[in-house]
């Protein structure tokens, strides 16, 4: 059992049948009346988000979310395959499932998939990769008194804001988190 005060971001819980992760919390003890837990929440197999104010002794069950590191293979126009690299089972998903990460990932990519009873139900790339810049703005010469940023196209198809240094061709750094560019590589 897992109690309302013990909620932390990223904790998994049952809240009316359906596994939900917590995404914000607060701890809030008013100087009038009891605490409570304000809580924005997600529910995990319909991506609803929700807030809500739980009483810290409000009991819920712990949601079992398995995690597997998985391999991406190939896109075939509307599903996504991942092969289980131990049992070369291929688990195909839809872009829903997919769109946060596919960004941040090429063919053959490690990545992890997280599921709830036995149905995947969200990709998560590496924290930090490395992809070579595809296309950008040539900089302007003189325009660095500030930390001015161009647009860069990276080789899986996402736009990121990179220094004016950067060129065509040069691999970078990404915090996958953010989607913010980090260093040269």
């Known amino acids: 059992m897992v109690y309302a005060?013990?909620?932390r971001n990223g904790k998994t819980f049952i809240m009316d049948g359906q596994p939900c992760v917590v995404i914000n919390f607060?701890?809030?003890?008013?100087?009038?009346?009891?605490?409570?837990?304000?809580?924005?929440?997600?529910?995990?197999?319909?991506?609803?988000?929700?807030?809500?104010?739980?009483?810290?002794?409000?009991?819920?069950?712990?949601?079992?979310?398995e995690t597997k590191k998985m391999q991406y293979l190939y896109n075939d126009g509307e599903l996504y395959y991942f092969m289980d690299p131990e049992t070369y089972d291929q688990v195909p998903m839809s872009l829903e499932l997919v769109e946060e990460a596919i960004k941040w990932i090429r063919e053959n990519d490690e990545v992890t998939?997280?599921?709830?009873?036995?149905?995947?139900?969200?990709?998560?790339?590496?924290?930090?990769?490395?992809?070579?810049?595809?296309?950008?703005?040539p900089g302007v010469k003189g325009n660095t008194a500030t930390n001015a940023t161009k647009n860069a196209t990276v080789e899986?198809?996402?736009?990121?804001?990179?220094?004016?240094?950067i060129e065509a061709g040069e691999k970078i750094k990404i915090d996958t988190r953010v989607g913010e560019y980090l260093s040269r590589a």
């Open 156 to 165: 899986t198809g996402a736009t990121v804001q990179v220094p004016l240094f």
């Open 26 to 65: 607060q701890h809030v003890k008013p100087g009038k009346g009891a605490a409570f837990v304000r809580t924005k929440y997600r529910n995990i197999l319909t991506g609803a988000t929700r807030e809500e104010a739980f009483n810290p002794d409000d009991k819920f069950e712990d949601a079992i979310i």
């Open 5 to 7: 005060s013990d909620f």
């Open 113 to 137: 998939v997280k599921f709830f009873q036995g149905s995947a139900f969200i990709v998560e790339p590496e924290n930090f990769v490395i992809l070579e810049v595809t296309d950008c703005e």
